[in-house]
């Protein structure tokens, strides 16, 4: 069964990038410390980036976020999507209108302009195909923005919901839950690592 799961990492006072974030910032002022986990060396960390990363048949991103990772600064042949673990899944990008290029023409890109439920329905899609052609459960990642995700969990669009809670206060920047309507979550795992604790939940 394919599931839609937002998975993002998230500062202690509930922000996902630091203050002033933008195109050759991308995190904010700060915000990187939100990501320490993800290269960390920590068997844990380490551990929990592969199961996600090799879970995922089709990922979900905004169009900010997708500037940031095709930009010159951005994703490369050693470090993409998971970081250092580098995966290929479908990646399908909400946005009012496609890019004139990508950089990352290696990597498999959908242009969804009808809104997020919709890109939803296309990487559900695009996973389901992927569980079919690799023979096990494949799920769909709601990898960010913020916005994104927000918006997925506002309009009841995901299953689960994978924190990555890091240790620092940024004290500004752009939150996470924000104008977000009320939900029932099940606690299904908690995992403390030297760099972050790892909380998922499944969402009623």
Avoid: C
């Avoid at 937002?6 to 002022?29: C, E, K, M, R, Y």
């Avoid at 990363?53 to 500037?67: H, K, P, Y």
């Avoid at 940031?68 to 042949?77: A, F, S």
């Avoid at 990487?123 to 459960?137: L, P, T």
């Amino acid at each position: 069964m394919t599931r839609i799961i937002a998975d993002i990492s998230v500062s202690l006072d509930g922000f996902v990038t630091g203050p002033d974030p933008g195109p050759d910032n991308g995190l904010g002022t700060g915000g990187e410390a939100l990501h320490t986990w993800a290269f960390s060396d920590d068997p844990d960390d380490r551990r929990i980036l592969r199961e996600a990363t090799a879970r995922s048949g089709a990922v979900v991103l905004g169009r900010r976020l997708f500037d940031l990772v095709d930009g010159p600064n951005g994703w490369n042949d050693t470090t993409g999507y998971g970081a250092a673990e580098v995966g290929k899944p479908a990646f399908v990008v909400v946005t009012s209108s496609p890019p004139e290029s990508v950089r990352l023409t290696d990597l498999d890109w959908t242009f969804v302009t009808t809104g997020l439920p919709d890109a939803i329905t296309t990487a559900r899609e695009r996973a389901q195909a992927a569980s079919s052609a690799s023979g096990k459960n494949l799920d769909v990642v709601l990898m960010g923005g913020g916005a994104t995700v927000a918006s997925a969990l506002d309009a009841g669009l995901a299953d689960a919901l994978s924190l990555h809670l890091a240790p620092v206060i940024l004290g500004a920047g752009t939150p996470l839950f924000t104008g977000t309507s009320r939900h029932t979550l099940v606690q299904r795992s908690v995992t403390p690592t030297s760099t972050a604790t790892h909380l998922t939940y499944d969402i009623l």
